[in-house]
């Protein structure tokens, strides 16, 4: 879309502007402010290479908020700001698509594929026929009308013939562009058909962000984005990390006396020249064939690597490459004769709900388990599924014994789609939700704004021993040995009754435990003493303060200098550090102003347990201060030993690729990440030996 010197002035113009915005007129300087805004959205959302640093771009895009709001006048359609929705909308309205939106006829094997090469060749009265091949993408449909370069409408498929008016939401999607040159190819109208989804990282991110705030996580990214699409308030979407793959031009519209462009007359020249004017497209991951066989060699790749992709694709679309054969063809009321889609194999199964198990989480939580007939899906034998709370259970209507769909896409932890009503013989039974613990039998107690009934009694054997369990796992206090099992065989012979008792464990008594020898013993006590010098982030995470993550006991380590600091800390105190908002900081004030809370740390001060931030002063001092990392592929060493290291030094983690990043540490199979530092520039590269031999030569 931007070409080179095109680029090179945006970023002599940011510098400009950032040092003396005053030189350029109100009009001037909102056109390029604008211009540069959408320019760095460009690069950031659509070709993955950032140019423009994150607080140079949150000072450009205020300084055209202010200017907006001193001259009303300058606000116009393709503006960045107009992205920002100014409240709630009301009800979508109804809108009528030009041209219907029809489904694909299906493919399963590469029979159907020849069958359907056979069939193409007919109707077009062609013996070789071009195809086109690319990802078809599991996400939410939606229809963009462009008008005179401006983004003039967004919808959903709806029922293909009409949708809902989604054009505020669909603003929100930083790589649809708000404005386009279209007319550069003599374009006045453009209705164009894409896909609107969440990254498979993005999405993980958000169930994550649901879980811990008692929530039940979205079933896939799918049913993710298509819900995104029709929240009432457009700042919350732009909240989701939406992404849109643009993938088919429906309608187009020429100027009067213009000739119809040649780049639009095949399927992948229009999608290339759409790329070339910023949408983002399928162009990377689009294949141009010119039999079918190769089309069927191609579909079989992309179904081996679909794990590979950082977005879950269900299949791929065949197209006819050609329009004017396209135009030839036709369609049926359903379906168009040109394109179809190959299936993958199924990630479904059908089972039977065979009873629900409520399991006690560390923080009192109630998660019903549907217990179901083993099935087969995926690579996986499925028997157990997380029902996650109450609501789950009534909006799919469950009954025990109720026939059910069961899908587990990529690395998505299974979940129940829906029961079959149809199926019941009258033999299901009703699912009645307790109202009090399974274990420590005290009344449940659920608060007004969350979907999870609790457990309150914080001395509920099921608590404790999870909390137990978290406290020795590998993330917090690292008790090698320490698992799952051993820990409820040690909590049922009274040997640990809580966290502190891990400290004190008799030893003498255990000799001749089945399943527990010398050695193990021996490994045992040395994980255990070896964990009292673990840093205090990991005794913070370990402690299982409720919406405290593991960067957010990271952040929480490095304001204070013992944890005792955290006793008089306020809400106000604790919002002020990274990763703390208003609900965290409530939890970790409750959490440390519980009598019980300061026993157990009481208990593990005397067991010589570190409670200091004995990494504060090393880390200001640190040779690697000021310089970001992030790890990236499969390594040698493990990767929380060498994340350790660079924080031991005064290094900084990032989570990401972006301009803040210094080095990135790559391993076997790197990926996308790997891509995206080689085309920001800036970022040094290092394999995992360059890493250890740079790490060393700075400490010397």
């Known amino acids: 879309m931007y070409s080179i010197p095109q680029q090179q002035t945006f970023l002599e113009e940011t510098k400009e502007i950032l040092q003396s915005p005053d030189r350029f007129s109100s009009p001037v300087l909102a056109t ?32 055209l908020k202010q200017l907006e709001r001193d001259h009303p006048q300058l606000i116009t359609a393709d503006s960045p700001t107009q992205r920002i929705a100014k409240g709630l909308t009301k009800e979508f309205a109804t809108v009528s698509h030009l041209v219907p939106m029809l489904s694909l006829e299906n493919s399963y094997n590469a029979d159907d594929l020849i069958e359907w090469d056979r069939k193409c060749k007919e109707l077009s009265q062609q013996s070789n026929i071009e195809y086109c091949v690319e990802p078809k993408y599991d996400g939410a449909g939606i229809s963009l009308i462009y008008e005179n370069n401006i983004l ?51 999405f993980q991110l958000y169930n994550e962000k649901m879980v ?12 993710a984005a298509s819900g995104s699409l029709r929240i009432k308030d457009a700042h919350e979407v732009a909240k989701r990390g939406l992404d849109a793959f643009l993938y088919h031009i429906s309608n187009m519209g020429i100027q009067e006396g213009q000739p119809f462009p040649a780049a639009f007359q095949t399927h992948y020249g229009g999608l290339k020249a759409l790329d070339s004017l910023g949408f983002k497209t399928p162009v990377s991951n689009m294949r141009v064939h010119a039999n079918i066989q190769e089309v069927i060699a191609t579909c079989h790749e992309f179904e081996a690597n679909r794990d590979h992709m950082p977005y879950e694709i269900d299949g791929m679309v065949v197209k006819v490459n050609n329009i004017a054969l396209q135009e030839i063809m036709g369609q049926t009321s359903h379906h168009p004769r040109w394109a179809i889609a190959f299936k993958f194999k199924a990630r479904q199964g059908t089972s039977r709900l065979l009873q629900i198990e409520y399991q006690v989480g560390r923080t009192g ?32 209507q469950l009954k025990i014994g109720d026939a059910i769909l069961v899908e587990r896409a990529g690395d998505v932890i299974p979940y129940i789609v829906k029961s079959f009503p149809e199926l019941r013989t009258g033999m299901e039974s009703d699912i009645v939700f307790p109202t009090h613990c399974p274990v420590c039998h005290e009344a449940l107690y659920k608060p007004a704004t969350e979907a999870v009934w609790r457990c309150t009694h914080i001395n509920c054997e099921a608590q404790v021993i999870e909390r137990i369990i978290h406290f020795a796992s590998k993330d917090a206090m690292d008790i090698r040995g320490l698992g799952d099992a051993l820990v409820r065989r040690f909590f049922e012979q009274k040997f640990i009754q809580g966290i502190a008792d891990i400290y004190h464990l008799p030893f003498d008594k255990m000799i001749g435990m089945e399943g527990f020898g010398e050695k193990s013993m021996s490994n045992l006590q040395a994980a255990i003493e070896k964990s009292k010098t673990q840093p205090l982030h990991r005794l913070l995470f370990g402690l299982g303060i409720r919406y405290v993550g593991e960067n957010t006991a990271k952040a929480l380590a490095r304001s204070i200098s013992h944890i005792h600091d955290l006793y008089d800390k306020t809400l106000e105190d604790l919002k002020n550090i990274d ?14 102003s519980h009598p ?21 002063s090393e880390t200001n001092l640190g040779a690697l201060q000021g310089k970001t990392f992030l790890f990236t592929g499969t390594m040698n060493m493990k990767r929380s030993d060498a994340e350790a290291l660079v924080e031991s030094k005064g290094g900084k983690l990032l989570s990401g690729v972006s301009s803040k990043l210094n080095y990135l540490v790559v391993g076997e199979d790197a990926g996308s990440k790997l891509d995206k530092a080689k085309k920001l520039g800036s970022v040094h590269i290092l394999s995992e030996e360059e890493f250890l031999v740079f790490v060393n030569s700075e400490l010397q």
Not at 212 to 223: D, H, I, S, V
């Open 212 to 223: 811990a705030e008692g929530l039940a996580p979205l079933a896939n990214p799918r049913n």
């Open 32 to 63: 390029k402010l604008k211009d540069i805004i959408n320019f760095a959205d460009w690069t950031y959302y659509v070709n993955d290479n950032p140019l423009i640093a994150d607080q140079e771009y949150d000072r450009l895009f205020s300084l």
């Open 152 to 202: 003039a409408r967004g919808a959903t498929r709806g029922d293909g013939v009409q949708g809902d008016d989604i054009t505020l939401n669909t603003k929100q999607i930083r790589s649809i562009p708000l404005k386009s040159m279209l007319s550069q190819f003599h374009i006045e109208q453009i209705e164009i058909r894409g896909e609107v989804m969440l990254t498979k990282k993005a």
């Open 365 to 396: 939580s109630i998660t019903p388990v549907a217990k179901i007939e083993p099935v087969y899906i995926g690579g996986v034998t499925i028997s157990s599924i997380s029902l996650f709370n109450e609501e789950v259970i009534r909006e799919k």
């Open 579 to 592: 990763d703390v908002g208003e609900k965290v900081a409530a939890s970790i004030v409750e959490f440390f």
């Open 596 to 616: 019980d809370t300061r026993l157990l740390i009481s208990q593990l001060a005397l067991a010589g347990v570190n409670l200091e931030n004995t990494q504060k």
